[in-house]
């Protein structure tokens, strides 16, 4: 039996199918520039990452990586790798440095935090600790561009709002890393998370990553 369907139905109908495709072609496109971007910058600063795995190796007693259990999209754990910034004995030593937390939210933040090497004190001011990650977004736990993983202690504080961001695949950089960091609220953090789920585009991708060298470079509100 045929029913009759309005114009303003067909229309509704016609914009959710452009909506959809418009989705895939737009993820498919974001997962080639990962994949070409991850594998091409990893070739390119090889020798960068060597010579910090070196120096980390030679100043401080411990292994070279950081491995940590965060969550990625749909809250599907995973274990993040980074350059290893502090000392290797840093999360025992977190729940004695809680009271000096500098942060507002679930999140801990120490501008001065002891546990953090010399050689850590540099590669985090310019987020060379964070490269390791460029893997991940090889393999497609992370992407060049989405909100920053967190850990499940952080998950567990969430207001429902802030549970949007876990929607979304993680990111290296996102408006957050380019706005100032640690220097914004935790509220505005997730708010600038969300701004880029409703928003984003590949040409909004690719602002981000631009914008995001001068902002390591300048290393604000990095510690």
């Known amino acids: 039996m045929l029913t009759n369907s309005s114009p303003a139905d067909s229309r509704d109908m016609c914009c959710s199918t452009w909506s959809r495709v418009n989705s895939r072609a737009y993820l498919f496109a974001k997962r080639c520039m990962d994949v070409i971007g991850a594998a091409t910058a990893l070739l390119i600063i090889s020798p960068l990452l060597l010579g910090v795995a070196v120096a980390i190796k030679l100043t401080s007693p411990g292994p070279v990586f950081y491995r940590q259990l965060r969550l990625g999209r749909d809250a599907r ?98 408006i957050w890393q380019v706005q100032g960091r640690s220097d914004v609220s935790f509220d505005e953090w997730m708010r600038m998370d969300i701004e880029y789920i409703e928003t984003r585009s590949l040409l909004l991708d690719i602002k981000l990553l631009l914008k995001t060298v001068p902002a390591v470079l300048g290393g604000r509100g990095a510690y």
């Open 77 to 174: 754990p995973f274990y993040m790798l980074k350059f290893r910034s502090m000392r290797k004995d840093a999360d025992a030593m977190r729940a004695q440095l809680a009271e000096f937390n500098e942060a507002d939210g679930p999140v801990f933040k120490i501008r001065s935090d002891p546990r953090v090497t010399p050689v850590g004190r540099f590669i985090r001011k310019y987020s060379i600790d964070e490269l390791p990650q460029l893997w991940h977004v090889l393999v497609g736990t992370m992407s060049l561009v989405g909100p920053r993983p967190p850990i499940p202690e952080e998950v567990a504080s969430y207001e429902e709002w802030h549970k949007r961001r876990l929607t979304v695949k993680p990111g290296l950089t996102c």
